[in-house]
């Protein structure tokens, strides 16, 4: 199925990770126009040059999502860009452990904190208070994790980081229903993406191992896979999902 976005305006945080370019690229093949941002450049020419062919346009605007005034700034380059803020995929996050509680340092939990979930919380609020300017209403997803129900060993921070992703993204979509502003959270299992590349590696795991244990496809799942659930939540074929955490998982979360 095709959700088709023309002339939707669109944020996009994370843009140049795995799953954001391809949440990304997916938006832009489908009419919208797309601010991807990420915490640089780099990488950027090569995501806008591979949306050249449209038919949406896209815009890179780099930002760290926990400093508010670039968050401030992100949104107001993405309305000054192409217009009022129809939806926003909030995917920016960090993943770097390997220890249990304990043992995690003050610092780390404060970092992952800060980009996960201080991140979230503030791409979200200038999000809305755009969308609430406008008075049109939107759509906001925030790229939760199943760890957002059920944890990994030794993820102590990012496990926590999750779910608070998921308490924002109820506590919003609540209060901000009447508005027309919907919010939910995706929970992706195991994607093949830089991020859990690096986490298998410094776990000195292999592709069988994890995808065997945390999919009951026994492969991982594909960047695009995500991308679909959020063209899904981003269009008006979801108009009546909000506070919605739709698990795209390989079955994870069932089993
Ligand atoms: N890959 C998986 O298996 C998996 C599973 C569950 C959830 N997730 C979540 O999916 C989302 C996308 O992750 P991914 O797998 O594509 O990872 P990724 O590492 O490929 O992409 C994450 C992107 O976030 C950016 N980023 C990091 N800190 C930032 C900051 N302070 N400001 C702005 N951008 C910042 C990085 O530069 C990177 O491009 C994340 O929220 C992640 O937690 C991933």
Redesign the pocket.
Known sequence: MTHQLTGRNAIV?????????AITRQLVSVGANVTA????D??ADELVASCAEGPGAINFQP?????ADEVAALVAAATTSFGNLHCAV??????FETVPLAQCTDEDFDRMM???TR?VFLSMKHEILSMLEAGTGGSIVN?????SFRPQHNQPA?TAS?HA?LGLTRSAAIDYAKTGIRVNAI??????????R??MERRGRDVEDVAGRLSYFGR??D?HE?AEAALWLCSDASSFTTGHALAVDGGMLAG
């Open positions: 945080t994370g843009a140049t990770g795995g799953m954001g370019r941002s990420d915490l640089s780099e990488g930002a760290n999502v926990s400093q909030n995917a920016a996050a960090i993943e800060a980009v996960n991140g790229i939760a994790s199943t760890n990012y999750k992703v929970c992706p299992g195991a994607i093949d993406t830089p991020m859990l690096k986490a991982f799942g960047a995500i």
